[in-house]
């Protein structure tokens, strides 16, 4: 079984359901982005995850070669708007062969990263209630499924200046839905 095989498969043992897919030429492969609408993932929530990603964007400083990654969001409602932008952001990393990481982000210069809303960057994190675990590969290679999440420019900064940890303690105290589209900054950085 391929790396692609086997990411598809894990996807489905994980997430659950059939996910409906999109694929989108890229100048070095083809990536795809899968879709399970909100009633038919295990966690109720509606879950889009990159599908190639990680055939398409090698190493990172943790793990060398042969190790790749995958992104997930999961929200409450999807829309066109947040899966163009999902996969604008994806596509982003393997034409400039970025690799994420953990508590790093993704942020566009003086724009917004969903068309109507006022999230500036994506956070990676490392899952979302342990949903998709990591992959072994039957190669050696490893697959590491990041959650992304929009955050506002208020979060980022805070991220930048304090850490991950201080940004966690935020969002335990302030407790926003972080599926929710339609949340505001956390009091707490207004």
């Known amino acids: 079984m391929d790396s692609v095989d086997a990411v598809d498969a894990h996807y489905r043992k994980c997430v ?7 694929r989108f030429a890229q100048d070095r492969g083809l990536i795809g982005l899968l879709e399970w609408p909100k009633g038919s993932s295990k ?11 990680h055939a398409l964007v090698h190493g990172s ?13 999961a929200v409450d409602a ?18 400039d062969q970025t ?23 994506w956070l990676m994190l490392e899952s979302y209630d342990n949903l998709i675990p990591d992959l072994s590969l039957s190669d050696g290679g490893h697959v590491v499924f990041l959650y992304a999440t929009p955050i506002f420019r208020e979060e980022a900064q805070y991220l930048r200046e304090n850490g ?10 302030d407790n926003p839905r972080l599926e ?10 207004r």
């Open 164 to 173: 991950l940890e201080a940004l966690f303690d935020v969002w335990e105290k």
């Open 61 to 73: 400083p943790s793990h060398g070669l042969g190790h790749g990654f995958e992104i997930f969001a």
């Open 99 to 121: 690799v994420v990481q953990p508590g790093e982000t993704v942020t566009y210069e003086n724009s917004h990263i969903i068309e109507g809303l006022q999230f500036t960057s």
């Open 43 to 53: 966690i109720g929530l509606h879950i889009y995850a990159t599908f190639g990603l």
């Open 78 to 95: 999807g829309t066109d708007e947040f899966r163009s932008a999902l996969a604008m952001m994806a596509n982003d990393l393997v034409t």
């Open 16 to 22: 659950g359901g059939e996910p409906e897919y999109m």
């Open 180 to 189: 929710d589209l339609g949340r505001g900054v956390p009091p707490s950085l």
